[in-house]
Each structure stands twice: as structure tokens, then as C-alpha cells.
């Protein structure tokens, strides 16, 4: 039978043309019910308040660049999205006197626009956020030096090359509302994916890339960063891929309610619990991953029931 087409934009993939009973049973999970879907490589883990939850997600950097060592480099790859963990990772590095010297960090992502990476200027530039919410606020007899920070160029072999030889401990991220980590959108409905998305093979062949947009990714980055002007939204984006992904040792996911809905929060966690991989889910490709943490902020979680506003 052939797939639904997208109630959201009929020229993409994404989650509405999947099968009405995987989204009937996603969205019936409470929170005790999420909870429970943990299994083997893949835990299920909940905050009961903010500072809890973003003081958890500072101690995944603090605690993968504790493991490098000059002989045995690490370092975490992180996103921008959420961002409230960022200035603490810095004041816990500079507050335990914590050389990272030896550690290194890679950006997950960055916008695209006129054949390039944006600038730094750029107003929504990741690389500017990273540098001037973290890394300019440690000490510079602590911070690491600057050809261990990794960022997404345009020229893609610097960045590919750099994944070798470093351990990467956690690959960090949120969830977006198309159901990505970093840009790894679905595709658009054309060519050989008209009329099925790519198999989760194909799709995990995908290395760092350039990445058109799906539209539910432009309105979320307008809402969450541009005060909903849709227009200052480059359509493009580099973004770190599946390959990357899976050299990291663990995925680590965090959810403050902020950049997905209650909706999506639950569907990824029952097709990553149930093993169910489908590119039109992006984030649901994780089923395949060895070790995948799923963080939540309780009081995100939200509900699936109908209200009226």
C-alpha cells in the first residue's frame, strides 16, 4: 500500500505519512509509560526541574573531557538547541580548575546560505553561539586549543577527517519538531524516495553534509531563535550524519519540551523502544545505535489530550 502523503508539506517525508497506529499509540503514552519503555542500549531518564536537567547535560562535557588525555584524546560533540547548559559547562570547568587542553568539541551543525557556511556575524551563527556561551568563557590556561574545536565548514573533508583518531564520548542534541538531531531532516517525495523514504541503510550511509530544510524545521528555528520571522531562516544547513553519529560512543538526547511537542517527545521514544526505523522519522534511525539516552524535564513532557486555546 502506498504511503500517506504529508498533511504538512505533501512534497516531503516526515511523520504524518506513517501508520496511523504507530501515531495512535504514541500519542496515548503517559509519562510513567514513556518511562518504562528504557531497554537494552536504549535508557529513558527524567529530571523533576530545570536546573536539575540542564546541570546533567553540563556534566556530559565536563565528564567526556575528564577521559581525554594527550595519548587517548576525547570530547563530546554538542548541539545549539537547547543552549541554557552551555555558560555552566564553562563555570564548571574554570570552578574545578579542569585543564581540557587535550579534549576537543565538535559543533553539530551550522547554517548555509550563498554556497557557504554563514559567518560568525551571522545573527543566528551556531559557531558564535558555542564560542560565546562555552568557549570564551574558559580560562585560557584551561580551554582547549584551537584547532581541537571543530566546526562545519563548506569545505566538508576538514571536518569529516577530524572524527578520526578522537574518541568522541557522547554526541549531544535536542529533538527537533521535524524529529532530527542536528539537520538530519527527512528528504523530499522525489526521484527514487516518490513513493517510500530512504531505507534506514541508505539513510545511515549519510555522511556531514550540506541539507536542504524540511519547512517544519524553518518555522521551528523562526520560533525558537528569530522571533517567528521566517524570513531570516537560511533553507540550507551543514550538518553532522548518521556516520559521525554512530562513532560516538553514546547519543545523548535532552528534551526540555522547547523544540518538539509532547507529541513527538512520545513518538521517538516508542520507535526507538520498539526498534521501528523510518527515515520520515529521522530521529527514530537511532533504534540502531548501541547506546541512546533519552533526558527528560518532567514538567516538559506535556500531554497529548485536546485543549482548546
Request: charged share 25%.
Amino acid at each position: 500500500m502506498a504511503r500517506k502523503l504529508s498533511t504538512i508539506a505533501p512534497d516531503w517525508w516526515d511523520y504524518t505519512t506513517l501508520d496511523d497506529e504507530i501515531v495512535q499509540d504514541a500519542a496515548r503514552l503517559k509519562p510513567e509509560d514513556m518511562f518504562r519503555l528504557s531497554r537494552p542500549g536504549f535508557r529513558v531518564v527524567f529530571y523533576d526541574t530545570l536546573e536539575d536537567f540542564y546541570l546533567a547535560e553540563a556534566l556530559e562535557y565536563v565528564n567526556a573531557w575528564r577521559r581525554s588525555t594527550p595519548d587517548s584524546p576525547a570530547g563530546i560533540c554538542g548541539p545549539i538547541g537547547p543552549t541554557e547548559q552551555l555558560p555552566l559547562v564553562a563555570r564548571l570547568v574554570n570552578d574545578l580548575d579542569l585543564s581540557v587542553r587535550s579534549a576537543h568539541f565538535w559543533g553539530m551543525d551550522e547554517w548555509y546560505a550563498g554556497g557557504r557556511e554563514v559567518p560568525v556575524t551571522h545573527p543566528l551563527s551556531f559557531e558564535r553561539a558555542d564560542r560565546e556561551l562555552c568557549f570564551d568563557r574558559i580560562r585560557n590556561d584551561l580551554r582547549m586549543p584551537e584547532e581541537n574545536l571543530h566546526f562545519p565548514k563548506a569545505e566538508l573533508e576538514t571536518y569529516r577527517r577530524s572524527w578520526d583518531g578522537v574518541r568522541c564520548a557522547v554526541m549531544q542534541g535536542g529533538q527537533g519538531e521535524v524529529k532530527h538531531w542536528a539537520f538530519n531532516d527527512p528528504p523530499r517525495r522525489a526521484g527514487r524516495h516518490k513513493d517510500a523514504p530512504p531505507s534506514p541503510q541508505e539513510y545511515r550511509q549519510l555522511a556531514t553534509r550540506v541539507v536542504e530544510l524540511h519547512p517544519l524545521t524553518l518555522a521551528q528555528n523562526a520560533r525558537t531563535s528569530g522571533g517567528g520571522n521566517v524570513a531570516i531562516v537560511p533553507t540550507q544547513a551543514l550538518s553532522v550524519g548518521p556516520v559521525e553519529t554512530w562513532k560516538a560512543e553514546r547519543v545523548s538526547i535532552w528534551h526540555a519540551g522547547n523544540h518538539d511537542n509532547p507529541f513527538g517527545q512520545r513518538l521517538t521514544t516508542l520507535m526507538i523502544s520498539k526498534r521501528i526505523a523510518d527515515a520520515a522519522v529521522p530521529m527514530s534511525l537511532l533504534a540502531d545505535h548501541p547506546d541512546v539516552q533519552f533526558n527528560f524535564y518532567r514538567g516538559g513532557i506535556g500531554t497529548c489530550a485536546v485543549e482548546m486555546h
